[in-house]
């Protein structure tokens, strides 16, 4: 049984190993994430003391037979989740940039477009048994709640979700093949 002496000093242990493996991994680590990176982002030091964080989190520190390999794995291994998120913010912000830039400047073929998909869906919409039809109109256009529909209706809400799902369904598969079949069979524009 440890004592409370014993787990200090086991703790103390612990602190001067992972003190002995920053002093003696640090630069070499800095240098071999730099060759790989850049001045960044992700910024070398950062992914240094990630890498040394997470080795701070093992139990057995000692049983790792090269810190120094680990170390740089898993400082990689952090560069590239960083690398993944800078690109995927950047596709997000790109793609919001062309929709807001669609929005603002339409072009006549965009509008042309958006009319028909409002006029197919109006369609689809009216083709709906009346109770999905209500269900759609009041949950998505109006905004009410289930639970509000559910009551007016006198259903549970279970159902309202139910309906709603499967209409939703419905509605994208049906906007889905028109836009397949206007891509597959594109229509002139003669005056």
């Known amino acids: 049984m440890l004592t409370q002496k014993g787990s200090t000093d086991q703790g103390e242990g612990r602190r001067k190993l992972i003190d002995q493996l920053y002093r003696q991994h640090k630069r070499s680590l800095t240098a071999r994430l730099r060759r790989v990176y850049g001045a960044g982002p992700p910024d070398p030091q950062d992914l240094v003391q990630i890498a040394f964080a997470k ?60 009319q028909e998909a409002l006029t197919r869906l109006g369609r689809m919409i009216d083709s709906l048994p009346a109770q999905q039809r209500e269900i759609v109109y009041r949950a998505r256009f109006k905004g009410e709640t289930l639970t509000v529909i559910a009551r007016d209706m006198q259903v549970n809400v279970s159902s309202v979700s139910r309906l709603l799902a499967k209409a939703m369904i419905q509605l994208r598969a049906g906007l889905n ?8 069979h594109p229509r002139a524009f003669n005056d």
């Open 55 to 114: 080795l701070a989190t093992l139990p057995d520190i000692d049983a790792i037979r090269q810190p120094g390999a680990f170390l740089f794995r898993v400082a990689v291994n952090a560069g590239l989740d960083q690398v993944d998120r800078l690109a995927s913010a950047r596709r997000f912000e790109e793609e919001q940039l062309r929709a807001v830039d669609s929005v603002q400047n339409p072009t006549p073929e965009t509008v042309y477009l958006d």
């Open 177 to 184: 093949e028109g836009e397949k079949n206007e891509y597959a």
